[in-house]
């Protein structure tokens, strides 16, 4: 999986802890303090796809000459862009990995 982290605002915290509440139980991972705000940007992503991935986005990936794993964890820190872009939550789901289902919030 490809994804970008998000530095969540209390805004979006106070929103994800009234969205965990209403909707019951779900799964621990996804409770308030245990989230991990990100944007998938792809899924079923192979390591050796990963330097083409970060060149689309932008980011220079390591030499192709290096193990993908070696590319991987090269880019685990955060980008050095650091400009906030405004955003606008249209939907939100979750995903459940043992169930391989999408569930829309």
């Known amino acids: 999986?490809?994804?970008r982290a998000v530095v969540p605002s209390a805004e979006?915290?106070?929103l994800h802890a009234r969205?965990?509440?209403g909707l019951?139980?779900?799964d621990p991972l996804t409770a308030p303090g245990a989230w991990t705000p990100h944007v998938t940007l792809a899924r079923r992503l192979r390591l050796t796809q990963l330097p083409e991935a970060l060149a689309a986005l932008g980011d220079e990936p390591a030499p192709a000459a290096e193990p993908a794993a070696s590319v991987a964890s090269q880019h685990r820190v955060p980008s050095a862009r650091t400009s906030i872009a405004p955003a606008l939550l249209v939907?939100?789901?979750h995903w459940d990995p043992v169930a391989r289902a999408i569930t829309a919030l």
Do not use: D, I, P, T
């Open 91 to 93: 939907a939100a789901r």
């Open 19 to 21: 969205l965990h509440e």
């Open 24 to 26: 019951g139980e779900v």
């Open 1 to 3: 999986m490809l994804a």
């Open 12 to 14: 979006l915290l106070a």
